[in-house]
DNA sequence: ATTATCTATAGATCTATAGATAATGC
DNA sequence: ATTATCTATAGATCTATAGATAATGC
């Protein structure tokens, strides 16, 4: 009890970054203030310092949240790897099972997309900016127009989204045979259809 | 008070079909049973003579969701409609605007598939069933061998829900143009990736 | 007599606030 | 003196149950 003010912005981060992976791996609405202080090592009586509400707190804890793209296409580019490569590890990243399995880490999009339709025109702001970001990082990895390029990366994106999040449903406990059919499936016509354009 | 037995069954139909809407709508944790009760026009006592916990009406609301593509394959395959042109159709209809608009009338993917994989095991596995039963249907309606048709229709359905999902996202309250533009690029690229295999 | 639904409410949980406590920082 | 966090709790909301009411159905 009584922290220095440098201390609180570390506590402020830890929150937001608490609730970034918690509200990926539960949902928008299915874990509380308590919970998400408890994680964070603190009590909820010290949230309302910190946020005007709990719908602010998930607003900058969406905003927050970075795409993994973004480092990995610096790093890639930076090291001189060919677009086409790049753009091969990111599918293969996506369409992985650790992906899959580690929603809390992972795309905003596949773990909250009906939260994030569903929101108030906050969240769904935040939501579409990231999309528009993710579009261009796709679309600066193809060859030719750039129309055509942003039309390549929308239905590259738009299958990824899709194939993660019905992967995530197929996981039977016992076996997930279905599941990583897609994963495979998808990944392997992304990347031919993407290479033959 | 004091109604039939039939009555009862209505009445148990209408709570089913109210949820089966409402939870599309409002997500799985979005919406209570005070609430569903009211709008199926009763009151919350009455609830638990019809299910056992509001978990159990869940998984029966889901149960009961018959894909929109169900009726109309039957139909067009009756009026002897050639199947790549079914194929145009059931496309055209998911990536439409009266669909993005409608959720709770819409795909349980699309609307819930956050929830869905974040769901206990019962809940997984409608959602399972559903799912194997969708690329059956689509898988149906391609030419070839049957592993082909069946890579096919997983890659079209995730392409479908992602984008339908996305498009949902980037409604921004004044212009919508990135959202029709994920419809129609989808659209196009899966009804000519398609034909083309 | 049975039962389908109603009103009322118990008990749990969740957001938000009040007031106490123990540091920081002028 | 200020403030970052804590304990405690008010008030709202949600699931589930108890008991009353008014029909059905033997």
């Known amino acids: 009890m009584g922290r220095s003010q440098a201390d609180k912005v570390e506590t402020h981060e830890k929150i937001v970054r608490t609730a970034a992976r918690r509200l990926r791996e539960e949902g928008l609405l299915g874990v509380g203030v308590a919970d998400l202080m408890k ?24 905003a927050s949240i970075e795409s993994a793209w973004e480092p990995a296409v610096a790093d890639a580019k930076a090291k001189a790897i060919p677009d086409a490569k790049i753009f091969v590890r990111l599918v293969d990243g996506y369409l992985s099972e650790e992906h899959r399995d580690a929603p809390g880490a992972g795309c905003v999009f596949a773990a909250l997309s009906g939260d994030l339709a569903r929101g108030g025109e906050k969240v769904r702001r935040v939501g579409t900016r990231k999309l528009l970001r993710g579009l261009e990082l796709l679309a600066d990895l193809f060859r030719g127009p750039r129309a055509g390029a942003r039309a390549t990366a929308i239905v590259t994106y738009s299958a990824l989204v899709g194939a993660l999040s019905l992967a995530r449903i197929a996981t039977d406990d016992k076996d997930d045979a279905l599941s990583r059919e897609i994963l495979t499936t998808v990944a392997r016509a992304i990347k031919s259809w993407a290479a033959a354009r």
């Open 39 to 62: 994680e964070a090592g603190l009590t909820v009586g010290g949230f309302y310092k910190h946020f005007e509400s709990r719908d602010e707190l998930v607003a900058e804890a969406l």
